[in-house]
């Protein structure tokens, strides 16, 4: 979403991307290879993949929309020195492993008294390695500290609360619905939890 706000004209130099030890973007914008590994587990679960669904996005773009070439990339072809040169304008990337993650989340609470969550952690670990030469620069927060409290507890001392309009959550009753792998069953429960039809929408 932030390459097509630069895209549509928002003030952004470049985007800069964190991942941790699973670092298939990471090596795709810095050296030009997408090929997927063994997945390892980390500290910040969310970027235990190799390749993300929304890549594909950002390939079909920089190939000029073109889904052969796109598939070719997807696929372990290498870029273009064209392909190349697009991703290099508009990104720059970096990878971490837990301990500077945890790191990152003991020295951002030491230095600011603030707790972040893992996935936040390297994105701020990532803008302070790429350096912003004055300009302002945003980081996004992707979730709470207390979705990892193990982690942020290690790292801080200090336990992470829940915010407090979900302080009960894990006292609430849970609900769910079983529903058949069926498109017109999943449609059915849409309509009787929404009211809607699926037909005329």
Do not use: C
């Not at 008294?113 to 390695?129: E, I, S, Y």
Request: charged share 25%.
């Amino acid at each position: 979403s932030a390459w097509a706000a630069k895209r549509m004209g928002a003030p952004i130099r470049r985007l800069i991307v964190g991942t941790n030890r699973n670092r298939a973007v990471e090596r795709f914008i810095t050296e030009g290879v997408l090929s997927a590994g063994s997945v390892v587990e980390t500290v910040a679960p969310a970027m235990d993949i190799q390749i993300p669904s929304n890549l594909e996005r950002l390939l079909f773009e920089i190939t000029g929309r073109d889904p052969e070439r796109m598939s070719a990339l997807l696929g372990g072809s290498l870029p273009t020195p064209g392909e190349r040169a697009s991703l290099a304008e508009d990104f720059v990337a970096f990878t971490y492993d837990d301990d500077q993650i945890v790191e990152t989340i003991r020295s951002t609470h030491a230095r600011t008294g603030r707790l972040v969550d893992p996935h936040t952690a390297v994105g701020l670990a990532a803008a302070r390695d790429a350096g912003a030469d004055g300009l302002p620069v945003v980081v996004v927060g992707t979730a709470h500290p207390a979705k990892f409290p193990e982690t942020v507890t290690a790292a801080t001392g200090v336990v992470p609360r829940l915010p407090e309009r979900w302080a009960d959550l894990y006292e609430r009753d849970e609900r769910y619905l079983t529903v058949p792998a069926d498109l017109d069953a999943v449609a059915a429960v849409i309509e009787s939890v929404l009211g809607t039809n699926h037909e005329s929408t």
